[in-house]
Each structure stands twice: as structure tokens, then as C-alpha cells.
């Protein structure tokens, strides 16, 4: 099944099912990565959560944490509510460490 979705540069056509064997993904999910111009399971590897996450806010959208805890259960081949409270912690703190570089750059 695909579905369209819209973006500043061009209409981008996704299989909603890209992600289907990865926990946590759904529908929603794989839109908001393709948004990001994530489209593939090797892309968001290679990006790992924090980076996916930051991409997906970069086109505008607001996702929540849970789309974090989603994204890194998913690589890690758990549910998103068994990503421990020390790993949300580090991601949470990579997210910081992202926006202080950030504003220090600007």
C-alpha cells in the first residue's frame, strides 16, 4: 500500500509497510520519517534514533518523545515502553547536547 506525502520539494510517494517488520512503526511513524526523507530500514540505521528524530522536527513537524523511544525500540528490536528509563535519560541528553551545540553555532 502507498500513500502521498507532501512536502516542500516534491510529492514523495511511500510504502506505508517500509517499516512494517520493525517494531513500534506504524503508519504515522512512516510518514513522518519519509518526511524526513527517511525511506528506508538501512537509512534509519545508519542515522540511529536521535539523528531520525531531529530530522523528523526539521520539516516541521512536532513529534513527541515517543516518537524517540519508537525509533530506538525499533533498532533495538523492543517495544518502545521497554526502552529503559537510563537509555531515555542518554537520548535525552543527546538531544541537549545537540541543541546546545545549536544555539552556541548561532
Known amino acids: 500500500m502507498f500513500t502521498a506525502i507532501t512536502s516542500p520539494a516534491a510529492l514523495i510517494y511511500v510504502e506505508v509497510d517500509l517499516f512494517n517488520k520493525l517494531r513500534n512503526l506504524g503508519p504515522a511513524s512512516a510518514q513522518m520519517l519519509a518526511s524526513a526523507g527517511i ?34 525500540g525499533a533498532l533495538t528490536d523492543r517495544g518502545w515502553k521497554e526502552v529503559s528509563k537510563n537509555e531515555k535519560t542518554s537520548l535525552l541528553m543527546q538531544l541537549d547536547d545537540y541543541e546546545r551545540r545549536k544555539n552556541e553555532m548561532s
Open 39 to 72: 525511506l528506508s530500514e538501512a537509512q534509519l540505521r545508519e542515522m540511529g534514533s536521535v539523528s531520525a528524530y531531529l530530522a523528523v522536527k526539521a520539516t516541521g513537524c512536532e513529534p513527541s518523545l515517543n516518537l524517540l523511544w519508537a525509533i530506538e
